[in-house]
């Protein structure tokens, strides 16, 4: 389970925020979209019908009528829209709101996405934390930030370890090499699809910066997955 985030802690969410959003969502529902929708993504919560495309327009629009004057006030609106969500979309802009004070970002937010992964479980949610919101974080504190992805790549949640693994996907050059050789290592043996779908993308995105690294990584560990060795060396 997650650590242990208070809401309380985080003081009131923006309910006209919380409000817009979902009567936003409501509006711009289709549900002839909706059980499609839910279908691809093999989700238990339902879906409204709402595109990406219409989703994200609306919630620029919310997020700009409705600010959030403090940190604490927009951690708690980020939580209200996750934990009380019915609908996938509504995690979806909680995710979006995620990113909307770059100023706040800051590493005690990680219990907070800590949270957001274990509790969102699929890999929807998970790609987007760990690529958009833990990466640049490991990239500007990581003294902070390295060690809790190395606990993660040996947690027993396959989705920890699946951030662990992908975090670094939009480091390029700034890549911790060590980092993501250690991660990939701790999961070469796990069969879990997730698992082995993300350390061959980890390498392959890897590979667009730096090709002999990643195929000398590759020949040295004849331990990787079919799936990750093929991920990794797709444009090789």
């Known amino acids: 389970m997650p650590r242990s985030v208070s809401q309380a802690a985080y003081g009131v969410p923006v309910d006209g925020l919380v409000t817009a959003v979902r009567q936003g969502l409501a509006a711009a529902a289709d549900p002839a979209k909706a059980p499609e929708m839910q279908r691809y993504m093999k989700s238990e919560m339902p879906f409204l019908g709402v595109a990406k495309p219409e989703r994200a327009k609306l919630a620029r629009a919310v997020f700009a009528r409705h600010p959030c004057t403090s940190r604490d006030e927009w951690v708690a609106t980020v939580l209200t829209l996750w934990r009380e969500a019915e609908y996938r979309e509504e995690r979806y802009v909680a995710l979006d709101l ?3 004070y770059p100023k706040w970002q800051d590493p005690t937010l990680l219990p907070v996405y800590d949270e957001l ?9 998970v790609d987007d934390i760990a690529s958009r ?9 990581p003294e902070d ?8 790549s040996t947690d027993p949640d396959r989705w920890r370890r699946r951030v662990s693994v992908i975090c670094q996907l939009g480091a390029k050059t ?7 050789a250690d ?5 070469i043996t796990d069969p879990d699809f997730f698992l082995r779908k993300a350390i061959g993308w980890a390498l392959r995105q890897h590979a667009r ?15 990787l997955s079919p799936l990750s060795r093929s ?3 797709k444009h090789l």
């Open 133 to 141: 919101r833990i990466g640049p974080l490991l990239r500007a504190y």
């Open 209 to 223: 910066v730096d090709p002999g690294w990643v195929r000398a990584f590759v020949d040295a560990h004849p331990g």
């Open 145 to 152: 930030v390295e060690p809790v992805m190395r606990t993660w």
């Open 174 to 180: 700034a890549t911790d090499l060590d980092l993501l």
């Open 117 to 125: 992964v274990v509790t969102g479980a699929w890999w929807d949610y």
């Open 98 to 100: 995620t990113g909307r």
């Open 183 to 187: 991660t990939v290592e701790a999961n």
């Open 231 to 233: 991920e990794a060396l």
